[in-house]
Nanobody
């Protein structure tokens, strides 16, 4: 069983910063891609950023230059540093991981989400 637990969300003023963390726990062989997604009220869930095990990254155009994704493979943890936050960044942020399981099969796992609210 694999669990992802996010932390670090909260309320911040526009222009401020937050750092999200997501730790994976359980029994598995390895984790490949890890990512952050977000879902605002009334909108579809969208990709924010993704990072490979080798630290290659990809970002949504809306967050390029403001957000930075990173990971610590030893801790099975992915981070999202969010700077220059805007009210339109308000959403529930979800962590995602592509896990290579003990059974030698792959599975996609999601965290329960953490709320980020940016006030104007």
């Amino acid at each position: 069983q694999v669990q992802l637990v996010e932390s670090g969300g909260g309320l911040v003023q526009a222009g401020g910063s937050l750092r999200l963390s997501c730790a994976a726990s359980g029994s598995f062989r390895s984790i490949d891609d890890m990512g952050w997604y977000r879902q605002a009220p009334g909108k579809q869930r969208e990709l924010v950023a993704v990072i490979t095990r080798g630290d290659s990254t990809n970002y949504a155009d809306s967050v390029k230059g403001r957000f930075t994704i990173s990971r610590d493979n030893a801790k099975n943890t992915v981070y999202l540093q969010m700077n220059s936050l805007k009210p339109e960044d308000t959403a529930v942020y979800y962590c995602n991981a592509d896990v290579f399981r003990l059974s030698r099969t792959r599975g996609i796992y999601w965290g329960r989400g953490t709320q980020v609210t940016v006030s104007s």
